[in-house]
């Protein structure tokens, strides 16, 4: 039997829990979260709480539960050089070093390896560590987004249309940036619809998993302002209604050449996994951001899928021998919808955003699969957090039914608690689609 450490406590460590358990080879699993996910606590053999900048706290329990390999869920815990000290004391991972997770954590350096490398899906864009200059850049662009190099959450991006309309509004969002992080990317805006990609990645073998297409925005019909992901769908034939087979062939060959990049630059396998954010255009698939991890909500979209033992995976993964062994998901389609605090994104000052301490009930979600993300569990019952509280998964032959599935789920939730509806529908999808039509013509 092997001993498995899960570090992270979401919906997205929930499900990677659940796929960890379905293993034939009768894994132990042991859990280093930050706070009570019921969900894994109920899986796991033993649990502790603590900080994911505790590394020795990280590596102790570790040690003390004769740890085989370690697979890290969230971003904070790779930044912090958790796999790094995990290898020191003879413990492999599934997930990145510090160096390596880079490819998440700093948007420069990932633009800088991919523009150095010559690999295609780079927009025009220029990083600015002082405001000298940036005006000049800004004015060459016809439309611009911002992003502040380092970790933001999901939500640090910000898009001319959305967040800002005038170069001179972008000018000020700069200088603001420039104040709180060590630098700013500027880069040109495309048109188009973006698209998921996340990859297994061995150091040389990369292998993709179903397409996911995530909804950033908090209310139906994409409005509202960014979130961590409100949630997301995949169909049964693996890719996405408005994307075309180079489409996807294009992001799997921009991850394989990032891959080999990353070995090249630093002398080290990238193992983990590559999530890709992409955005099919008018003129092919350009890059718009790595994870080092899988996403939240999309790990709920394409883990219960996996036919193959994820315990093999990940021992592949860290062997480096990915190449050896045939992964495979269902062909089924599933919808992901995130139930949260009423006032999740709203403003501090808007009446919802009390709904953020609140008890909630979670009855009978029927054909569902439920993921607990930021819920809070006390002996009196389960209470919401300030962020995403849960995951609710329907799976099934067609978009369709897996929405209705979905949708049956999300409300077994009860409290002052809201979802998007629209996940999943014809309606918005055909929206995709002909936006599309309209930009290839």
Do not use: W
């Amino acid at each position: 039997m092997s001993n498995i450490l899960l570090v992270g406590n979401g919906a997205r460590e929930h499900a990677i829990a659940e796929t960890i358990l379905r293993s034939k080879q009768n894994p132990g699993l042991f859990a280093f979260m930050k706070a009570n996910n019921p969900g894994i606590a109920s899986l796991s053999h033993k649990t502790i709480q603590g900080s994911y900048s505790d590394l020795a706290a990280i590596t102790g329990f570790a040690q003390l539960h004769k740890i085989d390999f370690a697979v890290i869920g969230p971003e904070d815990p790779l930044n912090n050089g958790i796999v790094d000290a995990l290898t020191t004391i003879g413990i492999p991972a599934v997930g990145p070093t510090k160096s390596l997770a880079r490819l998440e954590t700093s948007k420069s350096f990932t633009r800088n390896l991919v523009s150095k490398y010559n690999i295609p899906g780079n927009p025009q864009f220029k990083v600015f560590t002082a405001i000298d200059g940036v005006e000049a850049f800004l004015k060459k662009l016809e439309s611009i987004v911002l992003k502040p190099d380092g970790l933001t959450g999901g939500k640090g991006v910000l898009v001319q249309g959305d967040h800002f309309a005038t170069k001179d509004e972008a000018l000020k969002l700069c200088q603001q940036i420039l104040k709180d992080s060590s630098s700013v990317i500027v880069e040109e805006k495309f048109d188009g619809e973006e698209f998921s990609l996340q990859c297994l990645c061995d150091g040389k073998t990369v292998v993709g998993t179903p397409l996911v297409q995530d909804h950033k925005r908090r209310f139906d019909g994409d409005r509202g302002p960014n979130t961590g992901g409100m949630g997301s769908y995949s169909l049964a034939n693996h890719s996405l209604p408005f994307l075309k087979p180079r489409d996807v062939e294009q992001g799997l060959e921009i991850t394989r050449q990032v891959a080999a990049a990353l070995l090249k630059e630093t002398g080290s396998p990238y193992k983990g996994v590559m999530y890709g954010g992409f955005i099919a255009t008018k003129n092919g698939v350009k890059l718009l951001e790595y994870n080092a991890r899988f996403g939240d909500p999309e790990a709920m979209n394409i883990l219960p899928l996996l036919k193959t033992d994820f315990v093999e995976i990940c021992r592949h993964i860290i062997a480096g021998t990915l190449d050896q062994l045939k992964i495979e998901f269902e062909p089924k389609a599933t919808v992901c919808k995130y139930v949260v605090p009423k006032g999740y994104g709203l403003p501090t000052d808007h009446p919802d955003v009390t709904s953020s301490k609140a008890k909630i009930e979670v009855g009978d979600v029927g054909k569902a699969r439920l993921y607990y993300s930021s819920v809070d569990k006390k002996e009196d019952g389960l209470y919401l957090s300030s962020s995403r509280a849960i995951g609710i998964v329907g799976i099934a032959d067609t978009l369709e039914e897996a929405r209705k599935i979905a949708e049956e789920g999300v409300k077994a939730v009860k409290g002052p608690v809201a979802y998007r509806e629209d996940i999943g529908t014809n309606a918005l999808i055909q929206k995709r689609i002909e936006h599309m039509k309209m930009i290839r013509k």
